[in-house]
């Protein structure tokens, strides 16, 4: 360990949220003493204070112990996390920086704690007109909706375009979702969200859209596999049936950017509307494609979107004993706008 770095031990702030599969198959999670060993600290590691940790869905799914994420047991969830340099990896002490993905909550301990470690070449500076706490707001979610809306830009063929033409994003209610209607309507498209939360209705019209329909509103019950080509882009945060629905109603040119799969992993779809419609299917991977700098890039592209959408942007602020809580709420899709951890 390097000596700069002081162990944290099991003082006052160095909780964590911790789950892990038991013998009988189950999952046992709660609040525990972090209790590292120093000798497993190493030297090309960063160690972080953690001020706050965003709250994605992927973390839901780790804290309830599901294996597609939970890779190892037992595991601290959090794959986002911002704080300030304790020591390590060459680092200032005391320098903010952010960590995003890089294993954080699958293979290796997250950012429900009060200390993180993370390889020194995961770390980012956090951008100085960005508090802690903003950052987390944004955290994968704002990474992964600009990356979104960038490969849109990039796909959506504009010989096609019309000028009433339509964006739609699904799972509007979600951070992703509503980072990706501030996004697209700052690039002045005309969005529809989708969501079939009452509640949600002002957020996202706030945020920039144009329209709110629920997703019965939206769905042909026409049993083709073509309608009638409404969208010019979307971004899917739902995935399932309601993606194989939209695929249906892409316009000629139009590309879809897939993201989540609470609605379900399964695709059910045909070639048709790729090779009679020309229409484009991009998935999209905020924790394993960007590069460090790019990261860096889509961070200082953040800090200035936040100022924007902050007004309307639903943030609720966690315990570390309230992380089991959310969690259960997420997956039955009960949140709504982003939740971060503050491991005090």
């Not at 960007?290 to 890039?297: D, M, V």
């Amino acid at each position: 360990m390097p000596p700069d770095v002081g162990f944290p031990g099991n003082e006052a702030g160095t909780r964590c949220w911790r789950v892990r599969r038991a013998d009988d198959g189950g999952v046992v999670a709660g609040v525990e003493p972090l209790g590292w060993d120093p000798a497993a600290v190493a030297a090309d590691e960063v160690v972080i204070r953690v001020e706050a940790a965003g709250f994605n869905y992927k973390d839901a799914l780790a804290a309830t112990g599901h294996p597609g994420v939970m890779r190892v047991s037992p595991l601290v969830p959090g794959i986002d996390a911002a704080g300030r340099v304790v020591g390590g990896g060459g680092l200032a002490s005391g320098t903010a920086v952010v960590v995003t993905g890089n294993g954080l909550g699958e293979t290796r301990d997250g950012g429900f704690a009060g200390f993180v470690r993370v390889p020194a070449a995961a770390v980012i500076p956090r951008p100085a007109t960005l508090s802690t706490e903003a950052a987390m707001a944004c955290g994968t979610a704002g990474l992964t909706a600009l990356i979104a809306c960038d490969r849109l830009a990039m796909l959506v063929d504009g010989r096609h375009a019309r000028p009433d033409e339509e964006w739609l994003v699904t799972g509007a209610s979600g951070g992703v979702g509503m980072m990706a209607v501030a996004v697209l309507a700052a690039a002045g498209h005309r969005v529809v969200a989708c969501s079939r939360k009452v509640s949600a209705v002002v957020t996202v019209t706030s945020l920039g859209a144009a329209a709110v329909v629920r997703p019965d509103e939206i769905i042909d019950p026409t049993p083709k596999s073509l309608v009638k080509g409404r969208w010019a882009g979307v971004v899917d945060t739902v995935g399932g049936p309601l993606l194989a629905d939209v695929l249906r109603a892409v316009r000629p040119g139009g590309a879809v950017a897939a993201i989540g799969m609470a609605g379900g992993a399964d695709l059910l779809t045909s070639v048709h509307p790729f090779i009679l419609r020309g229409v484009t299917l991009a998935g999209i991977d905020a924790a394993s494609i960007p590069t460090q700098a790019e990261r860096a890039a889509l961070w200082d592209r953040l800090a200035d979107l936040w100022p924007r959408v902050a007004a309307a942007f639903p943030v609720t602020r966690l315990a570390l004993d309230d992380v089991g809580g959310w969690a259960q709420r997420m997956l039955a899709s009960e949140t709504m706008g982003r939740g971060i951890v503050i491991p005090e």
